[in-house]
């Protein structure tokens, strides 16, 4: 009797033990993902500028020049330096908050991840510079601890946070410049369209020619007082308009992103937690 019932024990003690174990694998997941919702919701929503201060500590003079400083650089270099004040990042380490804002906002370019983001925690008295993974080389750790020490935290000491800010910038600037270049058009790229404009005109006029002399014109451009057809004068100006950069509404097309002067937007680059920190 008790060979017979000693195997349907076993399972059901088993069977007992993968139900608590269960249980204790559902509360652990259910309080990690309490607790990733919990920091998802204090990371503010992504800015659309480069200089974003929530707690109003710079002036709105000494924020624009921060921004113009870091568009301008943004545009010529596809760099992103991004610079974000806040009240607090509470229970959290700022490094790890740091990184996982840079992340969730996109700072930097997609696949060249060459962002970095200066967080300045106010009521923390706390401060980190991180890094994208395409900007740790030339930003290595040991050069944003220097940064913290030697700009940032003897003027925050003194009250001057845009006096840090802007220091600290300049020298990211200083190493970041020459590692990326914003994209743009070759001179050979130019130098092939100008000519295929000119081929076009070329055509253009032959067919024409060719069209007026089997309807007996001649195939004159100029016209019998010497001054040429005003068809003639539209179809030239149209086509030097068109290779100016165009006519119309057209006209100055590709310098339609340099009309707002303001920041396009994040590049969704990517953090992998290379930085320091630091506190005054």
Not at 13 to 39: D, G, H, R, S, V
Not at 125 to 131: A, F, L, P, Y
Not at 194 to 206: K, M
């Amino acid at each position: 009797m008790v060979k017979m019932n000693f195997p349907m024990i076993l399972p059901l003690w088993m069977a007992n033990n993968l139900k608590i174990m269960f249980k204790k694998l559902i509360i652990l997941f259910t309080l990690l993902l309490i607790c990733f919702i919990a920091f998802s919701q204090q990371l503010p929503p992504k800015s659309n500028t480069l200089v974003t201060d929530y707690t109003n500590t710079l002036s709105a003079g000494d924020k624009q020049q921060l921004e113009n400083k870091l568009v301008a650089f943004d545009d010529s270099t596809s760099t992103q330096i991004a610079v974000v004040i806040i009240k607090s990042v509470g229970e959290y380490d700022i490094n790890e908050y740091g990184t996982n804002l840079g992340r969730a906002w996109g700072i930097g370019q997609k696949g060249k991840n060459n962002g970095i983001l200066i967080l300045v925690a106010i009521a923390d008295r706390k401060v980190s510079i991180q890094t994208g993974y395409g900007a740790e080389g030339a930003v290595p750790d040991v050069i944003t601890h220097e940064i913290i020490q030697n700009d940032i935290t003897p003027h925050f000491k003194r009250g001057d946070y845009y006096g840090g800010l802007n220091a600290a910038t300049d020298d990211l600037i200083k190493y970041m410049k020459g590692e990326y270049k914003a994209p743009k058009r070759s001179a050979q790229s130019e130098n092939d369209n100008g000519a295929g404009i000119f081929i076009l005109i070329f055509i253009v006029v032959i067919i024409l020619i060719i069209i007026f002399r089997g309807r007996g014109g001649g195939g004159q451009i100029i016209g019998g007082r010497g001054g040429a057809s005003p068809f003639w004068w539209f179809l030239g100006g149209a086509m030097l308009g068109r290779g100016s950069g165009g006519w119309g509404g057209f006209s100055g097309g590709d310098r339609g992103g340099d009309s707002g002067g303001g920041f396009g937007g994040f590049g969704g680059g990517d953090f992998g937690g290379g930085g320091s920190s630091g506190s005054w």
